[in-house]
Each structure stands twice: as structure tokens, then as C-alpha cells.
């Protein structure tokens, strides 16, 4: 709550008559529920780990076998083992020394468990095996050929029955690595129509030289790693893309959320907000036992889930060369930031969590509470804003030891942030700007409110609309009392401040709700929606500037521990379709040219998902050249390209837990992040339903030839353009 208690569980004091001891009753309770359900805890691991580890068979299968070994045995039939029960109760010490009955009972128990076990790993490793078949992903919708439609029935038969969210981990195959001459190739294929002739020629020298030389001695050591590791890309793309950014991650790497715009929420800022923490914990609670159903493409084929496990308890800590992440396996804490000020606000009573009715009676005392922020409180967060070195020497010497160190605590080891603003956002039709101050809000809030580095922090309005800001590489009583023990501190956090606005106030962003159509128009043009948007962005650039490096986000979660892998999305079709359009050839010829390029975009889109992506790749190649200490001309000039458009599609409706056709009003309004280059422009874009999409478009004022509102407006009109090439 919004003040600090203490409490010991026993004291005593010597006199000259004797020692007096006064026990703390409530304490000791406190301190023995909280070793209960710590041991609940791992025993409940402990079952999910035993029953994800003979998954695809169950538990009950295990009484299943043995009864038949055993009846079968019994009866004398014949013998099950063809002679190793006997072995078994010959050989066995404790079982040989025992009379006959008992002796047969248990070495045929024995054997049937032992049985039992060979049979669970034969399933995982079939299950295993079935999964590494990814040609399913290229065939079209109705058209399933013989092969797929068999491994369909297979992967029903031998998938198992009510997994847990990890009991398909172990059966998910490793990400395999592309040859040299695939990934050198296919770069060189995304890159030609984009560079002049002489430009390229001297690219293609440079990847004939790599692979003719330092190339096949980089893939050897990577492909040792790849049978060695779980996944060859995941560690070092966490730790060499994300953690040792020394850049603010403030817009540059963490991303935002927004509500719901359609439908009428809360306008009780507090009430909102608990029933908000409160489904969270209970959604926290849902991934600690694995009771989540892992994502299943067609109800059938899984993807891994290896990403929720940090998704709570988790911080960024600063680092001076690197940052690491902090994660607890519990937290029976959050922290709730207003008005500058930092309250730790604990989520169970007794062992139990705290209702809905109870939390929100502890966030109205925070809201009612009128108190000054403490000294150097209020801007506090800004240090988690701007760069990373001034913060992790900040972090060591002011935050090392005494109060400063708890308070510190309290927010790092907070299961996650909420954040309670004092200011409402809104969608309004008639007031784009609104949408566009909302998404700035919930991206970077004043530089000084929002907890960076913690995995992600809740945003409350005041007018109860929601949203959330994420750390991306994956923050209860005051926390600050007495923060500050020494003023140079202060002047840490005014220049993070500092870089922190100069960021922000750098940041031209813009929320476009786009409903002339949506994927069922799209759908109706035989092109891929996630196609026709791409090929819409490349035509929108081109009448800005021109044809550009454009990045599209894909995932590579078909395999255990995969993350991300790049899509080029901007092709050789893609260009070829938007000089036809820009030329006035026949509508028939540049509808063609679209579905072509659509058609390519797909498989582009395919190979990534199936792990065979041109960019991690060449990346991890280039760390292994760093760790070797040999240059290659081509992977850094391959590398070093800047994409001036980055774009990403924010998944809608993963689950069936929401029904959009009963509840169209419902539909998310997604989510955004900053541009990747200083004259470039970062687009994310949501297909909410069948005729909604929304847009999070991203640059840099700063720059005099990026625009956000100017590149909505011309996207919009480049996709109604698109439509009447099919209308006409």
C-alpha cells in the first residue's frame, strides 16, 4: 500500500531478572504460507516436468501397459519379454531375495515400466521427426496433396491429448542451417534491382570471394553449433542485437500497445486497473502451471512457447559493455508508478491472491494520496530512457547499497509495472490527432513515467483506456522514501532526461484506422492481404523517394527456441508491378504483375518461417568471423545496408478466446515502435476483421524527408489505387 511496515517475527531483551520473548504470531504465519506455496510451487513444476518429458504419452498410459504386461504374463500366454522379466528377477537385488509371487509382480511391473518409457520416446522422437515436414506450409488452401493430407492424420494421431503450454518443446525441431550458396544467393537476388550495375558486380565479386574462401570455415563452426545449441540464431540475436545496444531503448528498440478502440470501457481509472492486474496475475498464474494451450497453426502443428517464460518478473539490468536480463521465478509484488511517485503494492494476502474490490481499494489510496514525489523520484525512470553506460554507472554507484539499493529492488523485482497517467487518450473519429497522441503516449509517455527496462509496463488513463510499453529484448508501500543519498545522482538523471526528450519530441508519429477495406476485399483479389499491404508500402515509398531495402518481421517459432527472421520484402516483382502501375499499362497486365509478386512474397514469407532466411544467417556468420578475428568485405558490406522501411504485422486474434463476428467493435487497435534509420520510417500494421486495418507509421522530425501523415495519406491512397485496378 502507499505506506512502508516492517515487522519481525520474534524478539527478546535480556534483564537483570531473566530474558523476556515476544513472538509475532502473524509473522510466523506469513513466513510459513510463504514457504508452503513456494514448495506447491516446485512440486507443481515438478509434475509438469515429468508429464511434459513423456509426452506425447500420458501418464495413465503408464497403467495402461503395465496391466496388459502383467495380465498377459499371468495368464501364461506367453511371455511379453521373451525372457528379460525373468532375467529381471534373477538379477535384480531386492527383487531375487523375495518369494516367487512377489518377485514376478514386481520385475514384470519393472520391465512393463521400463517398457513404458522406450514407448515414450519412440513417440516424442516420431512426433519430432513428423515435425521437421514443413512442405505443408507451401501448398495452397484446397489443394493439399496426398503426402500432406497423411502427415495431417499423422501429426493428429501421435500429437498427444491435452498438452501442457511447454510439453510440445522437447518435439519441436532445431532451426536448421541454410547452405553458404542458398543464403549468398537469395541476398544477392533481394538486392539487384536496388543497386546500380557497377555497384552490383561488385557485390557479386565480393560474394564469390566469400564463398570461395573464409565463408565454408564460418559455416563449419556454425553448423557446430547449431547441433551443440538449442538454436544457433536465439542467444546471440538476444545478445548481440538487443542487450548490447548501448543506444537509449526508449523508441529504438521497445515497442507499444493500444486498447480496443471501438468499444466503450471503464471511465473509473482505478476499477479498470484492477480488474487489469487482476486478470494478469491470473493470467500469470495460467503460464506458472502451463495451463495456456500452446498456439496451434490449424489446430494441429505447434509453435514453441519458449517466449513466455520471461514474460513476467523480468528486468533489463544496465550493464557497461552488455545489459542482462534479471528473472525471478516469483514476485508476490507489483509497482505502480503516479505522479512521480512509486508505490509497491503487494498481490497476496495469506497466501491467496488479492480480488479485484481489494486492489482497487489500494490503487484509490495511491490516487487519493497528495504527497510529494521524494527527492530526484519524479524523473527517476528517465534513467531507464536515455543511454545505457550512464545509467549502468549510475546504477553501481548510487544504487548499491542501503535504501537506494531496496527501493531499486522493489521496482526490478516487481512481477511488472502499471502505470496510472493522469491524462486521458482517446480514438476520435472526428480528431485523428487524438489516435496519434494516444500511440505516442503508450511508445515513450514523457520520457520520465514509464519504467523502461522492465519486460513491460501497463499504462492506465484517466478516462480508463489502456495500453502497454515492452522492453524488447526479453518494472507497492513508497519505494521512494529516501531515494538520494548524494546529489551528483541528480545530475545523472537530468541528462538522461535530457537525451530522453530530444528523442520523443523527435518522434513524428500516426495512427491510421483504415476501413475503406479490409482483408475481405483482399481476399476476393486472389493476393494475400500481408502481400498486398507490402506491395501497397513499396508503391507509397516509391512515390516518396524510391524503392528501398524494406524490412518485414516473419517468426521461426516452428522450431524450439526460434524467434524472428527477415522477410526482403521489397522484390524485383514488386518493383516491376509499380513501374506498371506508374507506366498506365492495361489493369489486366498490372494485376497480373501484382499476383506474381504477391505469389513470390509468399514464398519469401514461407522460407523464412521454415528456416530458410537469408539474414540470421549472415549474421551469425558474421559473429563467428568476429569471434575467429577474420574480416569479410561481404558480410559487412551485406550487413551494413540500412533499411530505410521496416515494417511488421501485429498478429490479430492468436487465440478463439474472442469471437470478432459476435463482437466486431472488439477488434485491438495494435501496436508500433520507432523507425530502425534516422530518415527512414518504421510501419506496423494490424488486419483487424474484414474490413479494418490499422497503421502505426513512424519516423524522425528531425529529418526533412520523412513524413508520417504525409506517408498515411499516400499509403491510403496507394491501397485505394490497388482496389480499382480490380473494380475497373
Request: glycine content about 6%; some cysteine; charged content about 25%.
Amino acid at each position: 500500500m502507499a505506506e512502508a511496515h516492517s515487522a519481525v517475527a520474534f524478539s527478546f531483551t535480556v534483564t537483570p531478572d531473566g530474558y523476556d520473548v515476544n513472538i509475532n504470531h502473524e509473522a510466523l504465519r506469513a513466513v510459513w504460507e510463504s514457504g508452503v506455496l513456494s514448495w506447491k510451487k516446485r512440486i507443481g513444476r515438478l509434475k509438469n516436468q515429468i508429464r511434459n518429458g513423456v509426452f506425447p504419452a500420458s501418464l495413465s498410459s503408464w497403467l495402461f501397459v503395465a496391466t496388459l504386461i502383467l495380465g498377459i504374463r499371468l495368464t501364461g500366454l506367453f511371455d511379453p519379454s521373451y525372457g528379460f522379466i525373468d532375467l529381471i528377477h534373477k538379477h535384480t537385488p531386492g527383487i531375487k531375495n523375495a518369494s516367487h509371487p512377489v518377485g514376478l509382480y514386481c520385475s514384470t511391473i519393472l520391465f512393463a515400466t521400463l517398457a513404458w518409457i522406450v514407448k515414450c520416446l519412440v513417440l516424442k522422437y516420431f512426433l519430432k521427426l513428423l515435425l521437421t515436414y514443413h512442405n505443408w506450409i507451401y501448398e495452397v488452401h484446397g489443394k493439399m496433396t496426398l503426402k500432406t493430407k497423411l502427415w495431417f492424420m499423422l501429426i493428429r494421431l501421435y500429437g498427444g491429448r491435452k498438452p501442457l503450454l511447454m510439453s510440445y518443446q522437447a518435439s519441436l525441431p532445431k532451426l536448421p542451417v541454410p547452405s553458404i550458396k542458398e543464403s549468398v544467393d537469395n541476398y544477392l537476388h533481394s538486392v539487384k534491382h536496388l543497386m546500380s550495375e557497377e555497384n552490383y558486380k561488385e557485390m557479386e565479386k565480393l560474394a564469390e570471394d566469400f564463398q570461395s574462401g573464409i565463408g565454408n570455415k564460418l559455416q563449419r563452426y556454425l553448423i557446430l553449433k547449431s547441433w551443440w545449441a538449442t538454436n544457433y540464431v536465439s542467444d546471440w540475436w538476444e545478445q548481440y542485437v538487443y542487450l548490447r545496444g548501448r543506444s537509449p531503448i526508449m523508441v529504438n528498440s521497445n515497442y507499444y500497445g493500444v486498447d480496443a478502440l471501438l468499444v466503450s470501457h471503464s471511465t473509473v481509472q482505478v476499477a479498470r486497473a484492477a480488474n487489469l492486474i487482476y486478470a494478469m496475475l491470473m493470467y500469470r498464474r495460467e503460464l506458472d502451471r502451463e495451463e495456456l494451450s500452446p498456439i496451434l497453426i490449424n489446430k494441429i502443428v505447434p509453435l514453441c512457447s519458449a517466449q513466455y517464460e520471461r514474460q513476467f518478473n523480468t528486468t533489463r539490468i544496465p550493464g557497461i559493455e552488455t545489459d542482462h536480463l534479471l528473472h525471478l521465478k516469483d514476485s508476490n509484488h507489483i509497482t505502480v508508478h503516479h505522479k512521480g511517485r512509486y508505490f509497491k503494492v503487494y498481490i497476496r494476502h495469506k497466501g491467496k491472491l488479492l480480488k479485484p474490490c481489494e486492489i482497487e481499494i489500494m490503487l484509490q489510496k495511491i490516487v487519493d494520496d497528495e504527497s510529494v514525489p521524494a527527492e530526484g523520484e519524479e524523473h527517476l525512470a528517465a534513467l531507464t530512457a536515455g543511454e545505457r553506460i550512464p545509467w549502468a554507472k549510475a546504477r553501481k554507484e548510487f544504487f548499491s547499497k542501503g535504501k537506494n539499493k531496496a527501493s531499486l529492488d522493489a521496482i526490478e523485482k516487481a512481477a511488472f509495472c502499471v502505470s496510472l497517467d493522469t491524462e486521458p487518450q482517446m480514438y476520435d473519429p472526428n480528431d485523428p490527432s487524438k489516435l496519434d497522441r494516444y500511440g505516442k503516449a503508450m511508445l515513450h509517455g514523457k520520457g520520465h513515467d514509464r519504467w523502461f527496462d522492465k519486460s513491460f509496463t501497463f499504462v492506465v488513463c484517466s478516462n480508463g483506456m489502456i495500453g502497454f510499453n515492452a522492453e524488447h529484448s526479453w518494472a507497492d508501500a513508497p519505494i521512494m522514501a529516501q531515494l538520494w543519498e548524494v546529489s551528483q545522482c541528480q545530475q545523472v538523471i537530468q541528462t538522461s532526461l535530457q537525451v530522453a526528450r530530444a528523442l520523443l519530441n523527435d518522434v513524428d508519429l500516426h495512427i491510421m484506422m483504415f476501413r475503406e477495406f479490409g482483408k475481405g476485399f483482399v481476399k476476393t483479389c486472389r493476393v494475400s492481404p500481408d502481400a498486398f499491404i507490402q506491395t501497397a508500402a513499396a508503391k507509397n515509398y516509391r512515390l516518396e523517394k524510391h524503392f528501398c531495402l524494406t524490412y518485414e518481421s516473419s517468426m521461426t517459432r516452428l522450431f524450439r527456441e526460434g524467434r524472428t527472421e527477415t522477410v526482403r520484402s521489397c522484390t524485383q516483382d514488386t518493383c516491376n508491378f509499380v513501374k506498371a502501375v506508374e507506366e498506365g499499362r492495361p489493369n489486366t497486365e498490372c494485376i497480373k504483375l501484382l499476383q506474381k509478386a504477391a505469389e513470390f512474397h509468399q514464398k519469401l514469407y514461407r522460407d523464412s518461417m521454415t528456416g530458410k532466411g537469408v539474414d540470421r544467417h549472415l549474421f551469425c556468420l558474421y559473429v563467428v568471423s568476429k569471434y575467429l578475428g577474420v574480416d569479410s568485405p561481404f558480410l559487412a558490406k551485406a550487413l551494413s545496408d540500412p533499411w530505410k522501411l521496416s515494417t511488421s504485422q501485429t498478429p490479430h486474434q492468436q487465440t478463439d478466446k474472442l469471437d470478432l463476428d459476435k463482437h466486431p467493435d472488439r477488434i485491438c487497435g495494435g501496436g508500433g515502435f520507432g523507425p530502425v534509420t534516422d530518415d527512414g520510417y518504421g510501419v506496423s500494421y494490424m488486419i483487424a476483421g474484414e474490413d479494418t486495418i490499422f497503421f502505426h507509421i513512424s519516423c524522425k522530425k528531425s529529418c526533412p524527408h520523412t513524413d508520417a501523415h504525409k506517408f498515411g495519406a499516400t499509403l491510403k491512397q496507394s491501397l485505394c489505387d490497388m482496389r480499382h485496378l480490380f473494380q475497373k
